[in-house]
């Protein structure tokens, strides 16, 4: 749904959490065998008792003494406190959590002020709190005797993170001694180690999740290691997690003159594996304590994190040809910016992982960007990702007047119809090009040299939320090939160069309730989004069945019929890869910001790039019509 060069991304280096897949690289693999390690031990885990907990302190107490690796000292990595609601409840919270990786809805999605993880232990009446809390201890215990090894010294490795900024390819060092620090980058990354020594070094990445699940980076039990033999490098391609991880992990490069077995480090999120073992006493593992980690004594550890919002990536998958007079409130949002000939020629040189292909697609095909609707006679509705993101986030709004135009009255991608400049654009305020939520914006138009009156009828815009189990069209020029969330959004699943449709395409497609759509997708769907299914997707689940939306379809409509009427439920927001398996489409809900587009809409004037709040709610005696 958004173009690859528009990802954005933060690293955090610190002692710390992501999911990287290793590319292939030059230096041979190796499974053997650890050599001989000193025996394991835990890492000593730094708490701070919350004064609020009251009375139970001595309870809570009683449990941290059965522990030998705990302390309560400063600095804390965890607070242990009590819920102020249910105060025999003991909660853990994460004090190392980055703010910027806070959560800040909860878990029933709605808004909340920011809060660092919390691990919620159990009641102190519970007799599996305490087996509970042991676990997430042990956790915490073994990933801190893993990240005391940060400051050893990397014997001869050198290790720096390859980005590609305006053009060129630049290898940014990393010096976790310098404590935590932020990169901004607006490419995938590729993560360079090389051998400086005069003898081999073993490589191998892990990530820790804040969950506390350490885990491999593979689809393989025990995680590759890679020899390095004098003056190789081996270059380390970061790849998106398919959902297992509930948040950004850390990864964790680990160096040592000697092999060492990974899969030792290994474990579950703990209270994950706890709940399972609740249900199923059987198992044999929930009743063996995870042992403490044996890991060689020159084992250098560094631990940096990339926290990369979720792409989005929204086509009309499966769909069928718009005929004349169906959709004549379509419009196409474009760039009047060409690509160079030499951006095209560099592209086709890249790997085919990372190219867009812009030499195998047409003209219309690599200016389009994304779909929008008509709603008045000179004002068209998209989405907020397509008009004020990567180079057009914050004061880069206006930039769209000059380098980008909508195309009416056609179904033919950049062909026919009327062109139009956008005089104004409006984007949600609440909008942020890190998050889906409030991806609405409004573009006014004005005639460009050759156009005239707009002679197609507006659409009528949905007055309330899109109830679950309501059938609606989709409408776009997107691709219609299935990606997995982790693919080249320009390569389908079957290994197909992606193009656009030459005509309009629409399918039909069926809401699901937020809260079966949450089951799905956690804490990445909220209030004002509604998730859409096709039939075929709803019953078998398997990947490109049915209709689904992809990149191009971005900011385009849903359309219901209301009393023979075309009404617009839906603006195309995002997905998790394009129809892929039994992940949803995801849309802006157009009925719960009704009073916004109306806002918007009176507050837009030529010349304007804004940013237009939610109107101030109605007064109970309005609402009651009194």
């Not at 020594?197 to 039990?221: F, I, P």
């Not at 304590?289 to 004594?297: G, K, Y």
């Not at 769909?319 to 000939?341: C, L």
């Not at 020029?477 to 693919?487: E, I, K, L, Q, R």
């Amino acid at each position: 749904m958004k173009i690859r060069q528009g990802l954005s991304a933060f690293l955090y280096i610190c002692a710390g959490t992501s999911i990287y897949s290793p590319a292939v690289a030059q230096p041979a693999a190796s499974a053997a065998p650890a050599v001989a390690a000193p025996d394991g031990r835990f890492g000593i885990v730094r708490l701070r008792i919350d004064p609020g907990v009251g009375e139970q302190e001595a309870d809570v107490r009683r449990l941290l003494a059965r522990h030998s690796f705990v302390r309560i000292a400063e600095p804390a990595d965890y607070l242990v406190t009590t819920r102020p609601d249910f105060p025999l409840d003991v909660m853990l919270v994460d004090l190392r959590d980055p703010p910027e990786l806070w959560e800040m809805l909860d878990s029933n999605f709605q808004d909340i002020n920011p809060a660092p993880r919390s691990f919620p232990i159990g009641n102190l009446l519970d007799e599996q709190t305490e087996d509970r809390l042991a676990r997430v201890l042990v956790g915490a215990a073994r990933l801190r005797s893993v990240l005391d090894h940060s400051l050893n010294d990397m014997r001869g490795i050198d290790i720096c993170l390859k980005v590609r900024t305006e053009g060129r390819e630049e290898c940014r060092s990393i010096d976790s001694s310098k404590g935590r620090r932020i990169v901004d980058i607006y490419d995938m990354p590729t993560l360079k180690v090389t051998n400086h020594s005069e003898a081999d070094r073993y490589v191998a990445m892990v990530a820790a999740d804040g969950s506390l699940e350490l885990g491999a980076l593979t689809q393989v039990d025990e995680p590759v290691i890679t020899k390095l033999g004098p003056g190789e490098t081996v270059d380390l391609q970061p790849m998106r997690a398919l959902g297992n991880y509930p948040d950004d992990p850390r990864i964790l490069l680990l160096v040592s003159s000697q092999r060492f077995s990974v899969g030792a480090m290994l474990q579950p999120a703990p209270l994950t594996r706890a709940e399972e073992c609740a249900a199923n006493g059987a198992d044999a593992s929930c009743r063996t304590p995870l042992p403490p980690i044996a890991l060689n004594n020159d084992l250098a550890v560094r631990s940096f994190q990339l926290s990369i919002p979720d792409e989005p990536r929204p086509a009309m998958g499966n769909g069928s040809d718009v005929t004349a007079r169906m959709a004549v409130w379509m419009a196409q949002f474009y760039s009047i910016v060409p690509y160079k000939p030499k951006e095209i020629e560099d592209d086709a040189r890249l790997p085919e992982d990372e190219r867009q292909f812009l030499r195998e697609r047409s003209y219309e095909e690599r200016a389009h960007r994304c779909g929008a609707t008509l709603i008045a006679p000179n004002v068209v509705l998209t989405a907020a990702h397509c008009v004020a993101k990567g180079q057009f986030a914050g004061a880069g709004l206006s930039k769209i007047f000059k380098d980008r135009r909508v195309r009416l009255g056609t179904r033919k991608l950049g062909k026919e119809g009327q062109s139009f400049r956008i005089a104004g654009v409006a984007v949600h305020a609440d909008y942020h090009p890190d998050r889906k939520d409030h991806d609405l914006a409004l573009l006014l138009l004005e005639p460009d040299r050759g156009s005239g009156i707009v002679h197609a009828n507006p659409i009528a815009i949905a007055d309330r939320s899109l109830p679950g189990g309501t059938t609606a069209n989709g409408f776009g020029w997107g691709f219609t090939g299935a990606v997995s969330p982790t693919g080249n959004i320009m390569m389908s699943i079957d290994r197909r160069i992606q193009n656009n449709p030459e005509v309009l395409q629409y399918g039909e497609m069926v809401s699901v309730s937020l809260n079966q759509c949450r089951r799905k997708l956690a804490n990445r769907v909220a209030p004002g989004m509604v998730c859409m299914y096709s039939k075929e997707a709803l019953s078998r689940g398997a990947s490109g069945d049915g209709v689904f939306t992809c990149r191009g379809d971005s900011g385009g409509p849903l359309v219901r019929k209301v009393n023979g009427r075309d009404v617009l439920v839906g603006v195309v927001s995002w997905s998790m890869g394009c129809g892929f398996k039994d992940y949803p489409s995801v849309f802006t809900d157009a009925g719960s910001y009704a009073r916004w587009i109306a806002a918007a809409r009176a507050a837009l004037k030529p010349g304007m790039a804004i940013r237009v709040p939610n109107p101030p709610a109605r007064s109970a005696r309005r609402q009651s019509g009194q």
